[in-house]
């Protein structure tokens, strides 16, 4: 039985250490009141962007002073919050950094709205008189591509002051999670009593070998989410008609074309996913579901069963020192500076691995600009647990060679290519695993990770984009969201997927409240979009070794100089095609076909 401890009694070297953010709280406050202060510097640009290249350059570089420095003490309250959501002095300092982050917005509203106000062709005429003006040339691009849907500036002023209103809904979403939500102890078939809690139930219990431990866990569980049933639907609801309203006001033709603006990708793309997904993944999914059903000896699969172990017996406690060498190991062929990196973050205190009361669930990996990486798992010693760690990492990797040669402007893709270098790092551990081991049982068990991936993202993720698409057409509609819309909605999206292989409970139709990607936009289609993408770039670094890895390396250095499609030109996968996502669907299919043969009938 694995149990929570409160934060103070962690020890150390379970956690991480942020000093390289702040070396105290005291620092953070300092820095927090003199960011503050300097958020005047820019007012002396207002009305003269027009004026001459030399201008706006000084200005957009002060405002990326001011955004770089906002960044290091939002993620310091960030990752203390994500440590410890009960704690009322983390929570205050997430409220104060909310606060200066509106007043940030406030502050640079003006500059947005100047440039957009000048007449056409002064702005490639100043990135064309003046050379420092050239790392701001992406978002200068991508800030005139939203001209059409600009308001006026005293409009955007507005929208810009009521920044930490508009994001109350994650926030309301992620305080009830991570400080009020309860979850009633159970017991196993033995009268053993075991505690619940969200990070428990997702990290050990989900995927327990024992079918009483996991089906006990799951009843507590959705009992816990019931309790809130109500709360999270209204918080979902009002994040919904946030962005069908900002949607209209800024002329777009559907929330969804809104919400894509920064994705800078078609909408082919995104449809593409959805629809090609769901309908040729279906098939492989449920002659797996039956597969499970038949393995385990269940007379039903219930939702809460298709995580189970297939080879129970075979189950090794993988230690974080022994799943850090798997992962060093399977990365070596990403080559010296990417391992140095990896080897850095595994042995400076950089992963918060501890379970403790309050922790956030789930994993992360939050990377300021000019530090380093910091991630944060939930560690139960388990394989899971090492493909989750090689993702964050995957995360951290790319960031960290992006901010190695990029300016603060530009180190971030948009979000559709945001997935895909963690999810290459899972491939390469993956291929690494089975070149190794012959071992049958190891095998199938690796094989099993490997769908547990594209189960969170072509299975989890992309039905969560799928609600979302439905959601969001039925408010622009009119129609009102409530608990029981969302619980019908995803159950019908669960049942038409699953089809008569898995039986869809009540705990099922709320799983929309387990994640928080709602309040992000539309992020949970970008998980298969990596997907699709590390799939193929994976097979490409098989296929043609250095070659390969170098231009993968490259693009990571690219940052957010590219847009996602051109970025996975330039590692060789045409994302444009609708063919990577059949190919990757495919894939799934022959990794099924595999575990059928492991796992005669």
Same mark, same amino acid.
């Given at each position: 039985?694995?149990?929570?401890?409160?934060?103070?009694?962690?020890?150390?070297?379970?956690? =991480?250490?942020?000093?390289?953010?702040?070396?105290?709280?005291?620092? =953070?406050?300092?820095?927090?009141?003199?960011?503050?202060?300097?958020?005047?510097?820019?007012?002396?640009?207002?009305?003269? @962007?027009?004026?001459?290249?030399?201008? @706006?350059?000084?200005?957009?570089?002060?405002?990326?002073?001011? &955004?770089?420095?906002?960044?290091?003490?939002?993620?310091?309250?960030?990752?203390? $919050?994500?440590?410890?959501?009960?704690?009322?002095?983390?929570?205050?300092?997430?409220?104060?950094?909310?606060?200066?982050?509106?007043?940030? $917005?406030?502050?640079?509203?003006?500059?947005?709205?100047?440039?957009?106000?000048?007449?056409?062709?002064?702005?490639?005429?100043?990135?064309?008189? &003046?050379?420092? @003006?050239?790392?701001?040339? *992406?978002?200068?691009? %991508?800030?005139?591509?939203?001209?059409?849907?600009?308001?006026?500036?005293?409009?955007?002023?507005?929208?810009?002051?009521?920044?930490?209103?508009?994001?109350?809904?994650?926030?309301? /979403? #992620?305080?009830?999670?991570?400080?009020?939500?309860?979850?009633?102890?159970?017991?196993?078939? $033995?009268? +053993?009593?075991?505690?619940?809690?969200?990070?428990?139930?997702?990290?050990?219990?989900?995927?327990?070998?024992?079918?009483?431990?996991?089906?006990?866990?799951?009843?507590?569980?959705?009992?816990?989410?019931?309790?809130?049933? $109500?709360?999270?639907?209204?918080?979902?609801?009002?994040?919904?008609?946030?962005?069908?309203?900002?949607?209209?006001?800024?002329?777009?033709?559907?929330?969804?074309?809104?919400?894509?603006?920064?994705?800078? *990708?078609?909408?082919?793309?995104?449809?593409?996913?959805?629809?090609?997904?769901?309908?040729?993944?279906?098939?492989?999914?449920?002659?797996?579901?039956?597969?499970?059903?038949?393995?385990?000896?269940?007379?039903?699969? @219930?939702?809460?069963?298709?995580?189970?172990?297939?080879?129970?017996?075979?189950?090794?406690?993988?230690?974080?020192?022994?799943?850090?060498?798997?992962?060093?190991?399977?990365?070596? *062929?990403?080559?010296?500076?990417?391992?140095?990196?990896?080897?850095?973050?595994?042995?400076?205190?950089?992963?918060?691995?501890?379970?403790?009361?309050?922790?956030?669930?789930?994993?992360?990996?939050?990377?300021?600009?000019?530090?380093?990486?910091?991630?944060?798992?939930?560690?139960?010693?388990?394989?899971?647990?090492?493909?989750?760690?090689?993702?964050?990492?995957?995360?951290?990797?790319?960031?960290?060679?992006?901010?190695?040669?990029?300016?603060?402007?530009?180190?971030?893709?948009?979000?559709?290519?945001?997935?895909?270098?963690?999810?290459?790092?899972?491939?390469?551990?993956?291929?690494?695993?089975?070149?190794?081991?012959?071992?049958?049982?190891?095998?199938?068990?690796?094989?099993?990770?490997?769908?547990?991936?594209?189960?969170?993202?072509?299975?989890?993720?992309?039905?969560?984009? &799928?609600?979302?698409?439905?959601? /969001?057409?039925?408010?622009?509609?009119?129609?009102?969201?409530?608990?029981?819309?969302? #619980?019908?909605?995803?159950?019908?999206?669960?049942?038409?997927? =699953?089809?008569?292989? *898995?039986?869809?409970?009540?705990?099922?139709?709320?799983?929309?409240?387990?994640?928080?990607?709602?309040?992000?936009?539309?992020?949970?289609?970008?998980?298969?979009?990596?997907?699709?993408?590390?799939?193929?770039?994976?097979?490409?670094?098989?296929?043609?070794?250095?070659?390969?890895?170098?231009? =993968?390396?490259?693009?990571?250095?690219?940052?957010?100089?590219?847009?996602?499609?051109?970025?996975?030109?330039?590692?060789?996968? %045409?994302?444009?095609?609708?063919?990577?996502?059949?190919?990757?669907?495919?894939? +799934?299919?022959?990794?099924?076909?595999?575990?059928?043969?492991?796992?005669?009938?």
């Amino acid at each position: 039985m694995q149990k929570a401890s409160a934060r103070a009694d962690i020890p150390a070297e379970l956690t =991480w250490t942020l000093d390289d953010l702040f070396a105290s709280q005291a620092q =953070w406050d300092a820095e927090l009141t003199a960011l503050d202060a300097a958020l005047p510097t820019v007012q002396p640009f207002q009305g003269r @962007l027009g004026d001459n290249a030399a201008t @706006l350059l000084a200005c957009l570089d002060a405002v990326e002073q001011l &955004e770089q420095r906002f960044m290091r003490v939002a993620t310091f309250a960030h990752l203390r $919050n994500a440590e410890d959501g009960t704690n009322p002095t983390h929570q205050a300092a997430s409220a104060r950094v909310a606060a200066l982050g509106a007043r940030l $917005n406030t502050a640079v509203a003006f500059v947005d709205s100047e440039i957009l106000d000048l007449p056409d062709g002064v702005v490639e005429h100043f990135l064309a008189q &003046e050379p420092g @003006l050239a790392p701001h040339q *992406v978002p200068l691009r %991508d800030l005139l591509e939203t001209k059409p849907h600009r308001l006026s500036p005293d409009a955007e002023k507005t929208l810009a002051e009521l920044g930490e209103v508009l994001g109350s809904p994650y926030l309301v /979403y #992620n305080r009830a999670k991570s400080g009020d939500i309860q979850f009633a102890p159970f017991q196993d078939a $033995n009268g +053993v009593t075991y505690p619940n809690s969200v990070n428990l139930f997702e990290s050990t219990y989900e995927g327990h070998e024992d079918v009483s431990v996991r089906r006990n866990a799951w009843a507590s569980f959705s009992a816990g989410l019931k309790a809130y049933n $109500n709360t999270f639907a209204a918080t979902f609801a009002t994040e919904t008609k946030k962005n069908v309203v900002l949607g209209r006001m800024r002329n777009y033709a559907s929330t969804e074309a809104y919400l894509l603006q920064p994705h800078k *990708v078609p909408l082919a793309l995104y449809s593409n996913i959805l629809t090609i997904i769901q309908a040729e993944l279906a098939p492989h999914m449920q002659r797996y579901a039956r597969l499970r059903r038949r393995v385990l000896g269940l007379d039903k699969l @219930l939702y809460c069963d298709i995580k189970a172990p297939l080879d129970p017996e075979f189950n090794p406690r993988i230690s974080y020192d022994e799943g850090c060498k798997m992962i060093l190991d399977a990365l070596a *062929v990403m080559g010296p500076e990417y391992c140095h990196f990896v080897r850095r973050a595994l042995s400076e205190r950089w992963v918060d691995r501890a379970n403790n009361i309050g922790k956030s669930s789930g994993a992360f990996c939050a990377s300021p600009y000019g530090v380093h990486p910091y991630i944060l798992i939930t560690w139960a010693d388990t394989m899971r647990n090492v493909f989750t760690l090689a993702h964050e990492l995957g995360h951290g990797g790319h960031f960290s060679l992006a901010m190695q040669h990029q300016r603060f402007v530009n180190v971030r893709p948009a979000m559709p290519f945001v997935e895909a270098p963690s999810i290459m790092n899972e491939m390469l551990l993956a291929q690494h695993i089975l070149g190794e081991s012959q071992d049958v049982r190891m095998r199938r068990s690796v094989i099993m990770q490997v769908l547990g991936t594209y189960h969170h993202n072509f299975v989890t993720h992309l039905l969560e984009a &799928e609600l979302q698409r439905q959601v /969001y057409a039925l408010a622009e509609s009119g129609q009102p969201i409530t608990a029981s819309v969302l #619980n019908q909605r995803k159950g019908n999206i669960l049942s038409k997927f =699953w089809g008569d292989t *898995v039986e869809i409970d009540d705990g099922a139709r709320m799983t929309w409240m387990r994640q928080p990607h709602y309040y992000m936009g539309l992020y949970p289609y970008t998980y298969s979009v990596g997907l699709v993408a590390s799939t193929a770039m994976a097979i490409r670094v098989k296929d043609e070794g250095q070659p390969a890895v170098q231009r =993968w390396l490259n693009v990571l250095k690219a940052g957010g100089t590219l847009k996602p499609l051109e970025l996975m030109q330039a590692a060789g996968v %045409d994302m444009a095609s609708p063919q990577p996502i059949h190919d990757a669907v495919a894939y +799934v299919g022959s990794l099924v076909d595999e575990l059928e043969l492991a796992f005669p009938a």
